[in-house]
């Protein structure tokens, strides 16, 4: 039995497999580690190139296309490690990134999942969107990152280096133990894909079990690779589950004044894709919000499950104000920047 298992979910990604997978077995096999492709339910030649090139490979096959959430769901019953990597497919490895991560959950118990530094693979002296140096969530459910705000991504010169328990770790390149996982009950699965990993450790903050960025540790991402970031379906993907998201974890006090905040900003964007004639983008939004509505109910229990099991209400990473605000009022477009005045005090107090 490995002590961890890197596995990484495909859907119709032969050429992504062609192009990465080398590099990640490459960087990545050992006695200690390993690694797995699980397929979920492909239709091109995914499999046939696997059982091909890569024969000794564990590859697991999904029946369909469960999605990201449900796909890695079924994929982690299926190994038996004590920590598990979910990797993106579009992502290409650097050797020895597995160590940090791993001796990082070796060395804090108290931590359930970690993430490493995320770079872009087209730009590499940059962050990357989907993650960067841990992600983060101001007060009205929107995610950033350190090294990405909103649309801008900064370029990584060193200024995040130090390790730091975060809101949440990306999707992309997520290293869990097991247990924690399947404790917390793993990615909702009724998102199919985007904001499932937020959701997922808002839950273990919240229980008390830390999440946190190991920036020694470095890969470079594609992002977009399934859903690019104009499309219609990840627009309304991202509005309806983000919705969910705070249904189900946000206490009560807070919930309904962040509802009234979020749908005004949300009708700003509403109008901002109409302006730009973004007709079909505008009518996800409406989309996801009809179908949060509808939803809303059936996680009635979920919600009262999540918080009864809270220990923690002011989580890492949380940004008690909007990012909105700070970005296109305060001119605040860096993670230094975000917290420039607070240092400032810190200085004064000393």
Request: one cysteine or more; hydrophobic letters at 40%; aromatic letters at 10%.
């Amino acid at each position: 039995m490995a002590k961890t298992s890197v596995i990484i979910l495909n859907w119709n990604g032969e050429e992504l497999l062609k192009q990465f997978l080398p590099s990640v077995t490459a960087h990545t096999k050992s006695e200690e580690c390993t690694v797995v492709v699980a397929d979920n339910g492909s239709t091109d030649g995914s499999v046939t190139f696997l059982q091909n090139q890569f024969p000794d490979l564990e590859l697991i096959l999904l029946d369909q296309n469960h999605g990201f959430a449900e796909g890695y769901n079924k994929a982690i019953q299926q190994v038996d490690s004590e920590y598990v990597i979910l990797l993106n497919s579009d992502v290409e490895t650097t050797p020895g990134w597995t160590l940090p991560l791993v001796s990082y959950l070796d060395d804090h118990p108290e931590t359930a999942a970690v993430q490493p530094t995320i770079r872009s693979f087209h730009q590499r002296s940059h962050f990357e969107y989907a993650g960067a140096a841990g992600g983060l969530l101001d007060r009205y459910g929107y995610p950033f990152c350190r090294g990405r705000i909103l649309e801008r991504v900064e370029e990584d010169f060193g200024q995040y280096r130090d390790v730091l328990p975060v809101f949440w770790a990306t999707g992309a390149c997520f290293c869990i133990r097991k247990s924690d996982y399947m404790a917390a009950g793993g990615l909702d699965s009724r998102f199919f894909a985007h904001m499932e990993e937020i959701d997922l450790c808002w839950r273990l903050n919240a229980r008390g079990r830390g999440v946190v960025c190991v920036p020694s540790s470095i890969v470079y991402h594609v992002g977009g690779a399934s859903l690019g970031k104009e499309n219609p379906r990840k627009l309304y993907l991202n509005f309806r589950n983000n919705l969910l998201m705070l249904y189900k974890n946000m206490p009560g006090k807070r919930l309904l004044l962040t509802y009234v905040i979020r749908l005004v900003f949300d009708l700003l964007a509403l109008l901002h894709l109409l302006m730009q004639g973004k007709v079909k983008s505008s009518i996800a939004v409406v989309e996801a919000y009809r179908d949060f509505l509808l939803m809303r109910r059936s996680y009635r229990e979920k919600r009262e499950e999540n918080l009864l099991l809270t220990k923690k209400t002011l989580l890492p990473g949380e940004y008690r104000r909007s990012i909105l605000i700070a970005y296109y009022l305060r001119n605040r477009k860096t993670y230094g920047a975000l917290f420039r005045d607070r240092q400032k005090s810190i200085r004064n107090e000393n």
